[in-house]
């Protein structure tokens, strides 16, 4: 059990900051049309101790499932809090899964009810609630949700608050997080509430918070990352909570939180560069930097526009940062500390230390973690106080996450330094053998396949192969240009260029074939992408295996693809 004081749970600190900051300002909930509202922490608290009261009048066993299916918002929050508050398990779900997954996953919880919030595609996600189970609308909500279930107004409304101070022990399980899927169906992985407060803990060790922060809550709270960092560090610490409106809004709702902590996964930290360059050219910006007094008003001047210019800790996660684009950043007056974990760990493992450049490693464990490589697989194992209990329903599965002597077993390869930094070369189960009987790890040679302006997203392949070859997805600004025959032979010609330039880098076994370009979008509805944005390598094969041959067989350098 976590070695945590009861004021630390979360339960406890919702009711701390009830007392002490009533009438402070502590979500900022845009609600469309450029209308915004605020909630107070003594509101927060009213409106979780209604809908406990009315959860609990349900009259479910103690220990109950109740699932929360929505984008971030004030309401997701305010519905976890009243899931533990009476008595329950949170179930939070993604919110752009297919309705055969929702419908599974609320199969597998024995989810008592849900709550349907605000999301995107819901007309094609409503069949996997079932008919009859008991549902809850947000003010936000799509439409045919709120005609079709009651609402969350309406219940507190009729409903007085639930008195006194319930609380949760520290051994007590508090949600299942189910895994974002990139090796198969999805797990629920059990964590209680002393693992929260454990990981908030040593997290504060490395990354100081305190009640005068601000955070943009974008990334889905259904993500470890964001449930830990955001939810329970806005639970531990009182910070303000801003959250996003919609993709079109972003750069307005950055602008308004000014966000002093910023997180971001890989994916979108390129996204950002791209927007970047877009209005200052590489070079342009490149000559800019390096003028003395004129490169300080630059970085200012980009770190505005974006949004940035008050963050004090920007991090990275949830899949490898390019070297090259951690370097850009610390340029240009940002450096991104790179974060490594996972649910199974409520992601605390490891983290660059703020302040020195540790970049190529995800830094050194947290304090209270250890790490070690297995010498026969070279695989990352750890072990903390933050551990999953294990994987709901399914023993066996469990048992092979863990060695015997009780070390999580991660999945991915690493090496450790001298000072206990650590690098993550790739997965285990990632290395590929070409037939020359040569393994490739394909990780590394991705993060500088990515390094390219028209790059969103690759993937190194090539099994059985002379070579491997990178896949590589388009942004969307470079898939505008391709119609004009002029813009698409500029672009294939850039990629030859970048793709002679990767190579020139790597081991003779490593170096990649040829380029294909795909025009078609990566997306979560597609099912090549997580939720998190993580490729899932088993789709790509489906995808595009049966071309290896014939792409290899090609001889060119760059082959466009357009399934």
Not at 368 to 393: C, F, H
Not at 527 to 545: G, H, M, Q, S
Request: proline share 6%; glycine share 8%.
């Amino acid at each position: 059990m976590s070695n945590v004081t009861p004021d630390k749970l979360a339960l406890q600190r919702l009711y701390h900051w009830e007392s002490t900051a009533r009438d402070r300002v502590t979500l900022t909930q845009p609600m469309g049309g450029g209308e915004v509202r605020d909630f107070t922490w003594g509101q927060v608290a009213d409106e979780v101790r209604r809908m406990a009261a009315h959860l609990q009048a349900q009259g479910w066993e103690p220990g109950a499932k109740v699932a929360i299916l929505s984008k971030n918002c004030a309401w997701w929050l305010m519905s976890d809090l009243a899931i533990w508050m009476a008595g329950y398990v949170s179930v939070p779900l993604y919110p752009t899964l297919a309705a055969d997954t929702i419908r599974q996953i609320l199969a597998h919880s024995d989810s008592k009810a849900c709550f349907v919030g605000k999301l995107d595609g819901w007309d094609a996600m409503k069949a996997g609630v079932p008919e009859g189970l008991p549902c809850i609308s947000y003010p936000l909500s799509p439409p045919s949700a709120i005609q079709r279930f009651e609402g969350w107004a309406s219940i507190c409304e009729r409903t007085a608050p639930l008195q006194g101070q319930p609380l949760r022990a520290a051994d007590d399980l508090a949600t299942l997080i189910y895994t974002s899927g990139t090796t198969g169906q999805p797990k629920g992985v059990m964590h209680n509430f002393g693992n929260f407060a454990w990981a908030l803990n040593a997290g504060l060790k490395r990354i100081p918070m305190s009640a005068d922060d601000r955070m943009l809550s974008y990334l889905p709270l259904a993500h470890v990352v964001e449930r830990v960092l955001v939810e329970h560090g806005w639970l531990t610490e009182g910070m303000h909570i801003y959250f996003a409106e919609s993709l079109e809004t972003f750069t307005t709702d950055v602008q308004r939180a000014r966000p002093t902590i910023f997180f971001s996964v890989p994916r979108l930290w390129v996204k950002f560069q791209h927007g970047v360059h877009h209005k200052l050219p590489p070079a342009k910006l490149d000559r800019l930097l390096s003028i003395p007094i004129v490169g300080g008003l630059v970085r200012r001047k980009v770190l505005k526009a974006l949004g940035l210019d008050q963050c004090r800790f920007a991090a990275g996660g949830a899949a490898p940062m390019p070297v090259a684009l951690l370097a850009w950043y610390r340029r240009l007056g940002l450096p991104v500390n790179e974060g490594y974990g996972m649910t199974e760990n409520l992601a605390v493992s490891h983290l660059t230390v703020p302040g020195r450049n540790q970049e190529g490693t995800v830094g050194p464990c947290y304090e209270g973690v250890e790490a070690r490589i297995d010498p026969a697989s070279g695989e990352v194992q750890m072990r903390s106080q933050a551990l999953m209990l294990g994987y709901y329903k399914a023993p066996d599965a469990t048992r092979e996450s863990f060695t015997a002597d009780g070390w999580l077993r991660t999945g991915d390869k690493g090496q450790i330094d001298a000072e206990g930094k650590l690098k993550i070369t790739g997965r285990v189960k990632d290395l590929f053998k070409t037939s020359k009987g040569k393994y490739v790890a394909p990780a590394p040679i991705e993060d500088k396949l990515v390094m390219h302006d028209t790059v969103e997203a690759c993937v190194v392949a090539g099994a059985n192969m002379g070579q491997p070859l990178g896949i590589v997805m388009l942004n969307a600004e470079a898939v505008a240009r391709i119609p004009d025959a002029s813009a698409k032979a500029e672009i294939a010609d850039s990629l030859a260029a970048h793709l002679r330039g990767v190579n020139a880098t790597l081991d003779p076994h490593e170096q990649l074939q040829c380029i294909v370009v795909v025009t078609t979008a990566w997306t979560v509805d597609n099912d090549v992408i997580t939720p998190t944005f993580k490729v899932k390598r088993n789709r790509i094969e489906d995808l595009y295996a049966a071309n290896y041959e014939r792409w290899e067989a090609s001889g060119r350098q760059v082959i466009w693809h357009d399934g």
